[in-house]
């Protein structure tokens, strides 16, 4: 039965008709070299252990990880970002062995550019994996300190690049380790060693699963007075203008899926990358869910990160790399 037509001039629709009009006038594209594959490196070898928080996701050691990150090359992710898994016994209030020479991060990051020299590798510097407390800073009276704190940050980034990262991650929140980092990187001969700025990070209760996979859930009070205040956007501006002004050659927006406004604000601001971290309780909340069996974790995961992009995102940092680069 034909109808008569109604008089709707502009029809939508039309432009979504087969896959390839949708591909055609597609505006965000999503492709591997958008990813940034975080990973968790621990000692030992042949080891590769599930973490159960964050299903899919596994602790290395530097071995294993090697062989692990070889299937993300042959992808095309090329771009890792390391977090050393520390066992109690080495921890301490002042986290000193985040820069003790011939510590896990200095031999990791060497076997990793050793075996693959075209990768680019980031380093996490913060201090919360390392210290007994799990702060990112050290404490006196209670509080988190900031300035001697960015010192050890100072010789953590110091000690990465020296092993050869190419580019090295704070992401503490202090004030002013932008700086510092770069005039001791610079003192040092270490012009070409890239700093990327986690420039707003939020305390979020999103990052539960990654503290299960370090165990670094702080032992006493929150991150609230170094991280921001999810009801903040105007200072995450703020920290952004800053850390550029410090000298960040790339920043950082965390989580990322509750700060699309953010991505979006801070990329009409600055001519810096911009990227955003996917974080644990993002993934966490996708795998669980499908295991559930009530979402498709791929789909959930091209949208989410589609979304990412959308906003204004670069790059993002995700643990859903590999499998969402095996779908594109
Ligand atoms: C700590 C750090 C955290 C994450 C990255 N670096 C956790 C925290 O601040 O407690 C979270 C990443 C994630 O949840 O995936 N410096």
Redesign the pocket.
Known sequence: MQEKNMEISTRLRRLRQSAAMRALTRETDLLPHHFVA?FFVMEGKGKKEPIPSMPGVFRYSIDTLVREFESYMKLSISALNL?CYVPNEKKDPQGSEAWRRGNLLERATKAIKKEFPESLLMV?I?L??FTSHGH?GLVERGTIINDKTVELLVKMSLLAARAGADVVAP??MMDGRVRAIRQALDKSGFTDTAILS?AA?YASS??G???DALS?APSFGD?KTY?MDPANAREALRECALDEEEGADLLLI??ALTNLDIIAKVRAQTNLPLGA?Q???E?SMIKFGAEKGFLNETAAFYETLTAIRRAGADFIFT?AAKQVAELL
């Open positions: 975080p977090f996490d913060a919360d994996p990112d992401s503490d986690y990070k999103f990052y699963p990654f503290r670094s991150k991280q965390k989580p971290y974080v644990s309780g993934y643990y």
